[in-house]
């Protein structure tokens, strides 16, 4: 398979047919899942032929991703065994054929040749035109420059990527450096595959790391050459008095990204019923009946970085979350976002509620 690039299916995606010299008419077949088959068909008569078509295939797509339940943990030994290939029910694999004036300019499906579909979303709307053809994407699903803690006695969360193919068959690199001793760990990572690697290396639990993500580029003039993808840093938090909660939630990028909540946690129990009057005699003349119960907890971040608020934006906008594994949903609708220049010391308190009720119902 060759990867042409993401769509995040949670913003515009637009596939662009460009005049050549006029555009009378576009269309397009949108293949989804891997198909190999025509499952959506757009057409559109262009109002301005010197003007391009644009078909936004987000919605189509987004469809047909699955609705991720469970944030899938992988290893070194994994990756070490190439058996770290991303979670497939985080992503459809996607392909479209491109018609200008009835006439064939950029065929995919039957091919090897994909889209990525993940249900994230981007800063900017995404513009699939003629040259997003000729490239071979190489991405790495988190923040640039990511700092994050984790807590030691739990598994810590997945870096996810993409990296593309190579033509000489050279393998991309992963750098986990140790951030008290400075060694260098390095792994060899797949070329063209979607695979997920630890955020730490189990070497660095008590100490933590950085990583940075090497990836071959081969320019138009000169030798091949390693550049740099991705850089990001975490450190390991242990916590005394509390019992840390685990956060789980699905990302800006469409994948897994987890936190932990530090400080003291409050779980809380509302419960709800309705009451019918059966007699006016008696010590018993009221009788309650739909008695149900739900579950709520209120975290705190304890103390954070202005950086922080990247991950509570992502956060808040998530569709999926998972507190200490149990699908949750976020019930703090707004917050200030912090910054260092007006607070020293920042924090949050946020509230979720639990996606079921106590008493599940057989009807």
Same mark, same amino acid.
């Given at each position: 398979?060759?990867y042409y ?8 995606s637009?596939v662009g047919?460009n005049?050549?010299p006029t ?5 397009l077949d949108l293949?989804?899942?891997?198909s ?9 008569v262009?109002p301005?032929?010197?003007?391009p078509?644009?078909?936004n295939?987000s919605p ?5 991703i ?5 944030f899938v943990p992988?290893?070194?030994?994994n990756v070490?065994?190439g058996?770290n290939?991303?979670q497939t ?7 479209i054929?491109r018609y ?10 039957g091919?090897?040749?994909y889209?990525v579909?993940?249900?994230?979303y ?7 035109t003629n040259?997003?053809?000729?490239t071979?994407?190489?991405e790495?699903?988190i923040?640039?420059f990511?700092t994050?803690?984790?807590?030691? /006695?739990r598994?810590?969360g997945?870096? $996810?990527m993409?990296?593309?193919?190579? *033509?000489? @068959?050279?393998?991309h690199?992963v750098? +986990?450096i140790?951030?008290?001793?400075g060694v260098v760990?390095?792994?060899d990572?797949?070329? /063209?595959?979607l695979?997920?690697i630890? $955020? ?5 639990? *008590?100490? @933590?790391n950085?990583v940075?993500?090497? +990836?071959w580029?081969?320019p138009?003039i ?5 550049r740099?993808?991705?850089e990001c840093?975490f450190?390991p938090k242990q916590?005394c ?5 685990t956060?789980d ?9 987890r936190l ?5 946690s409050y779980?809380?129990?509302e ?14 003349q ?7 119960g739900s579950?709520?907890i ?14 509570l934006?992502?956060l808040?906008t ?10 949750a949903?976020m019930?703090?609708?707004s917050?200030?976002?912090?910054r260092?220049?007006?607070n020293k010391?920042i924090?949050?308190?946020l509230e979720?509620d639990?996606?079921s009720?106590i008493i599940?119902?057989?009807?």
């Amino acid at each position: 398979m060759i990867y042409y690039g993401v769509i995040y299916t949670r913003s515009l995606s637009n596939v662009g047919i460009n005049p050549a010299p006029t555009t009378n008419n576009g269309g397009l077949d949108l293949s989804v899942n891997n198909s190999g088959q025509v499952d959506y068909e757009y057409y559109k008569v262009n109002p301005n032929p010197t003007e391009p078509l644009y078909f936004n295939v987000s919605p189509a797509i987004n469809d047909y991703i699955p609705n991720s339940q469970s944030f899938v943990p992988t290893t070194i030994a994994n990756v070490l065994a190439g058996t770290n290939t991303m979670q497939t029910d985080l992503y459809t694999l996607n392909q479209i054929d491109r018609y200008r004036n009835g006439v064939v300019i950029g065929a995919q499906i039957g091919s090897e040749n994909y889209w990525v579909g993940l249900k994230g979303y981007r800063d900017n709307e995404l513009t699939i035109t003629n040259d997003c053809y000729n490239t071979i994407s190489h991405e790495v699903f988190i923040n640039d420059f990511y700092t994050a803690y984790y807590d030691v /006695n739990r598994p810590v969360g997945n870096i $996810y990527m993409l990296l593309g193919y190579y *033509q000489e @068959g050279r393998a991309h690199k992963v750098d +986990y450096i140790n951030n008290r001793t400075g060694v260098v760990i390095t792994i060899d990572l797949a070329e /063209n595959k979607l695979q997920q690697i630890p $955020y730490v290396h189990p070497d660095n639990i *008590q100490d @933590g790391n950085s990583v940075t993500i090497r +990836y071959w580029n081969s320019p138009p003039i000169g030798a091949p050459s390693m550049r740099t993808l991705k850089e990001c840093i975490f450190y390991p938090k242990q916590e005394c008095k509390y019992t840390p909660v685990t956060c789980d939630f699905i990302s800006k990028y469409g994948v897994w990204k987890r936190l932990f909540f530090y400080k003291a946690s409050y779980l809380n129990l509302e419960m709800t019923n309705q009451m019918m009057k059966i007699s006016d005699f008696g010590i018993n003349q009221n009788r309650t009946f739909g008695t149900q119960g739900s579950l709520s907890i209120k975290v705190n971040t304890d103390w954070v970085g202005e950086e922080f608020n990247q991950d509570l934006i992502e956060l808040m906008t998530s569709e999926n979350i998972l507190i200490d594994g149990v699908p949750a949903r976020m019930k703090t609708k707004s917050t200030e976002l912090h910054r260092n220049i007006n607070n020293k010391t920042i924090n949050y308190t946020l509230e979720f509620d639990f996606n079921s009720d106590i008493i599940r119902k057989s009807l």
